[in-house]
């Protein structure tokens, strides 16, 4: 195994001293946290991004070029998940809400949208972005399709769970349960009884379909629109505000072959995706190097940890939720490097919580953090060089198990090449 140096800029707290006088002399906010391959967190300002580095202000006021492989990630420098409903418009005054439309794929993958009344193939689903205009993916690669609404307000609820079964939800509260064939002007679904239907796609509010999932791999970019899309590259841009995304062509392609037949079975060509700098909401620079700890089931005693699925967490780091005394632990990626989280208590249970949460890497305990009203969050970042397992233990507190409870953020784990 062969360590990955951490960037080489200056340390947490030498950057936090100098950022005032940086703003001072740039009269720009350092609004974006550059992850180092230790997961430590430095702030910059973002100024552009080329094919093998990105060009920042840090908190001393100097620009630099930092390549792409002496950090992990880019993220905003505020919460990094948010609600669905959050992204609810409210029109007027009479509670009416519209809501955006998005396709997600089995590796984490989010294109916002709606679904195009163009009929590809019987093995693909055609989807309108803003940008992108209409593209093709394939239907075995769909976890779910939430089409665009205006509705009331009280007709919102949760995105549906992923079943063994494709599940589609219409607008007006009918569920159907059983394979759905295809996806076009109409959706085809074979159901449960063995019988074959057809309805609008545009009377469909949400489906799900029981694909297997997978990892994501290369490079993922988070976008202001909702998308996630994985990238092969980045290529330079004539313009100092955007740079040009270029998509993995496995995911998302052109609507139709136009090639001839002689190329039909040469590579597909990439997509390629002009983005606004400041459209670009994160970065993971590798998917194999930094994995979300949420994406990894832990064997628990006591309790079972509580995902919260229902965001759209950056970098795919899910709120994880220690809901009462427990023993938890996660097998580690091989090669892991570091763990990084922030532990605090929920705002619900922070009258009468007091709770210790001790952290063992390998079966040695390395923290034991208190929690309560007067320290109701913790930032925590472990070096772990090979490490196999994480266990994190919560202790009931002096009220009893009902507020002694947890919830885990931006917990990554760093994994060396």
Do not use: Y
């Amino acid at each position: 195994m062969t360590p990955t140096p951490s960037i080489p800029m200056l340390t947490i707290a030498a950057m936090a001293t100098l950022a005032g006088s940086a703003l001072a002399q740039n009269n720009h906010p350092l609004d974006r946290i550059l992850i180092d391959t230790d997961l430590n967190q430095h702030p910059i300002r973002l100024v552009a991004i080329e094919d093998h580095a990105i060009t920042a202000i840090d908190s001393t006021g100097e620009s630099r070029s930092i390549p792409f492989d002496q950090f992990l990630a880019l993220t905003p420098s505020g919460p990094w998940s948010a609600d669905p409903s959050e992204q609810l418009t409210v029109l007027g005054r009479g509670g009416i809400a519209s809501r955006p439309g998005a396709i997600e794929l089995t590796d984490g993958q989010r294109l916002a949208g709606a679904a195009s009344v163009v009929r590809v193939d019987d093995q693909s689903v055609a989807w309108v972005h803003p940008q992108l205009g209409i593209v093709r993916t394939p239907i075995d690669t769909i976890e779910r399709i939430t089409m665009p609404r205006v509705m009331p307000l009280s007709e919102q609820s949760r995105p549906l769970p992923i079943e063994n079964v494709d599940v589609v939800r219409l607008a007006n509260g009918d569920t159907l349960h059983g394979f759905v064939i295809s996806v076009g002007s109409e959706t085809e679904i074979e159901l449960e009884s063995g019988s074959t239907i057809s309805v609008p796609t545009a009377s469909i509010d949400q489906l799900t379909l029981a694909n297997e999932t997978s990892a994501p791999s290369g490079t993922v970019v988070w976008l202001s629109d909702g998308s996630v899309i994985a990238i092969q590259s980045f290529e330079h841009s004539d313009s100092p505000s955007q740079t040009t995304c270029i998509l993995q062509p496995d995911s998302f392609q052109e609507p139709f072959d136009t090639s001839p037949a002689s190329e039909a079975n040469s590579p597909k060509q990439p997509i390629r995706l002009e983005v606004d700098l400041d459209s670009i909401t994160a970065i993971n620079v590798d998917a194999h190097r930094l994995i979300p700890l949420a994406s990894i089931s832990p064997t628990s005693t006591g309790r079972d940890v509580i995902l919260d699925d229902t965001v759209h967490a950056i970098l795919g780091a899910k709120p994880i939720l220690l809901p009462g005394p427990m023993r938890t632990t996660w097998t580690l990626p091989h090669n892991t490097r570091a763990i990084a989280m922030v532990a605090e208590l929920p705002l619900e249970a922070r009258a009468w919580g007091d709770v210790n949460l001790i952290i063992s890497i390998d079966g040695t305990q390395r923290q034991t953090l208190h929690f309560n009203a007067d320290t109701p969050q913790a930032t925590i970042r472990l070096d772990a060089p090979g490490a196999r397992t994480l266990g994190i233990t919560l202790e009931q507190g002096p009220f009893g198990p009902i507020q002694s409870r947890i919830r885990l953020h931006q917990a990554l784990i760093s994994v060396d090449r």
